[in-house]
T-cell receptor, first 115, second 115 residues
Framework: AQKITQTQPGMFVQEKEAVTLDCTYD???????LFWYKQPSSGEMIFLIY??????QNATEGRYSLNFQKARKSANLVISASQLGDSAMYFC????????????FGTGTLLAVQP | SAVISQKPSRDICQRGTSLTIQCQVD?????MFWYRQQPGQSLTLIAT?????????ESGFVIDKFPISRPNLTFSTLTVSNMSPEDSSIYLC????????????FGPGTRLTVT
């Protein structure tokens, strides 16, 4: 069975500092995808970054980068130069192989950026 | 990325009644997904809706409680039937972008409170 684990219920970071949000996964699929989403207090789910299991390079999107370590089954999100607007819940998710393409989500990490 | 809208954005309903949530996408998509997020929890997939076929429900969700329609490639509805306070959640629809990255984009969500 597929599973996503986020072990940090909450994190604090100072404005302009970098922060790493942890995510580990478990799957027996050879082909899979890993996602990070941001959910502000408004409730919308904002897509941040995607990493495919066969991608050789770590994904980057602006201030977001994904530290993909396949052997360790980890897909940590790194946010550089944190901003006050980064304060939100962050979810790691996985899409397994097969036809369903559904996402399985972790429990989330609540990030608070302090001025 | 797809632009997704949902109606209503929020509602307060009496127990025993039903609410239909609409999801509209600005482009044609094959798969649409309906998720539930209970208060303080992560997202759980309710069902996958493909145009022209019956929705596929996840374990723990049944068609009588959550009937879904998918009349065309840009629209879907989810009905929450015979509501109880335990149905109070955010309901989100999502679509897959297609192509290599399999990015999934979410609508803004419907915040439902059942009294």
């Amino acid at each position: 069975a597929q599973k996503i684990t986020q072990t940090q219920p909450g994190m604090f970071v100072q404005e302009k500092e970098a922060v790493t949000l942890d995510c580990t996964y478990d799957t027996s699929d050879q082909s899979y995808g890993l996602f990070w989403y941001k959910q502000p207090s408004s409730g919308e789910m904002i897509f941040l970054i995607y990493q495919g299991s066969y991608d050789e390079q770590n994904a980057t999107e602006g201030r977001y980068s994904l530290n993909f370590q396949k052997a360790r089954k980890s897909a940590n999100l790194v946010i550089s130069a944190s901003q006050l607007g980064d304060s939100a819940m962050y979810f790691c998710a996985m899409r397994g192989g097969g036809a369903t393409n559904k996402l399985i989500f972790g429990t989330g990490t609540l990030l608070a950026v302090q001025p | 990325s797809a632009v997704i809208s949902q109606k209503p954005s929020r509602d307060i309903c009496q127990r025993g009644t039903s609410l239909t949530i609409q999801c509209q996408v600005d482009s044609q998509v094959t798969m649409m997904f309906w998720y539930r997020q209970q208060p303080g929890q992560s997202l759980t997939l309710i069902a996958t809706a493909n145009q022209g076929s019956e929705a596929t429900y996840e374990s723990g969700f049944v068609i009588d409680k959550f009937p879904i329609s998918r009349p065309n490639l840009t629209f879907s509805t989810l009905t929450v039937s015979n509501m109880s306070p335990e149905d109070s959640s955010i309901y989100l629809c999502s679509v897959e972008s297609g192509g290599k990255s399999y990015e999934q984009y979410f609508g803004p969500g419907t915040r439902l409170t059942v009294t």
